[in-house]
């Protein structure tokens, strides 16, 4: 650190032009840069994007690379069916893959959905051009990762195939426990019942309510309301979106807006004090 010269000052312009559209989109999953591969562009396919705006939620679908010697066809059949079969039970739009008469579904894109991350505090895009730190105030961070819940039709259908679906191993017990519930009492096996002592009781249930009046058992408010936002999901219709990467002359135009234009110069009212002091936790 004693070696840390100051090399030069950066003058700031701040710029809230674009804002509240500054997204960070992270994909920690990606190996690759996010663009259509020359195989798949050949054939005219290209990445699309859509959000659902109230749940704030996007997909962006990237076209596989359909090269033999890197994609298998026949697997993309099977994945392809579990799919439309996932998409049909999640009551998804998927209007724009329809198949042909006759055709077979194929799995031809990988889509890739956002997880929201809070953020705590205020972030900042800031680029460097021509000596100057241009800032940007970011709304919101987006974790994209690869969606294969189909996944889970082609395991229930191999379950089914096996004839094992009822099996207590691979069956489905429905969604786990709620935390907040109390655990379910556990049946003695038949050698202790015989050597139980059979006795008569009575006993009276009713549902208890908390002091808003709200009659409390079955599912915890927590739960319910987890239930509530995942149906209100799935019932939120999806809106189309126009992927622009950064080579595209949309991109170009947008990422020219995040420089700004203003020349006039701010003049600083606080002190250094002032600031640490509002620093929390500091």
């Known amino acids: 650190m004693d070696n840390d010269e100051l090399i030069s000052v950066l003058p700031i312009h701040y710029s809230n032009s674009l804002s509240p559209n500054v997204h960070i989109h992270q994909f920690p999953l990606l190996s690759r840069p996010l663009q259509t591969p020359p ?14 705006p109230i749940t ?28 439309q079969e996932d998409d049909r039970e999640k ?21 890739m959905r956002s997880e929201l991350i809070p953020q705590e505090g205020a972030y900042m895009l800031g680029v460097v051009r021509n000596g100057q730190l241009h800032m940007q105030p ?7 990762r690869p969606t294969l819940t189909y996944l889970d039709i082609m395991s229930r259908k191999s379950r089914r195939s096996r004839g094992d679906a009822g099996s207590d191993e691979d069956s489905d017990d429905g969604p786990p426990p709620d935390p907040d519930e109390p655990p379910p009492v556990q049946t003695a096996s038949k050698k202790e019942k015989k050597s139980l002592e059979v006795k008569e009781v009575q006993v009276s249930a009713r549902r208890a ?20 936002a ?30 700004s234009r203003n020349e006039e110069h701010l003049e600083c009212k606080s002190d250094i004090t002032a600031f640490l002091k509002g620093i929390k936790g500091l």
């Open 209 to 228: 309510a908390d002091d808003k009046g709200n009659l409390q058992g079955g599912l915890s408010a927590v739960r319910r309301e987890m239930l509530l």
């Open 230 to 259: 995942i149906r209100a999901e799935e019932d939120e219709v999806w809106q189309d979106l126009d992927f622009c990467d950064g080579e595209t002359a949309e991109g170009h135009e947008v990422f020219e807006a995040v420089f």
């Open 56 to 83: 704030r939620r996007l997909e962006i679908h990237v076209p596989v690379d359909p090269r033999p010697e890197v994609w298998n066809g026949e697997r993309s059949k099977e994945l392809g069916a579990a799919r």
């Open 39 to 52: 195989a798949a562009a050949v054939s005219g396919k290209r990445i699309r994007a859509r959000i659902k």
């Open 138 to 144: 970011i709304s919101e961070t987006h974790q994209f």
């Open 91 to 111: 009551n998804q739009d998927v209007g724009k893959m329809k198949q042909m008469e006759g055709e077979e579904p194929r799995l031809i894109e990988v889509r």
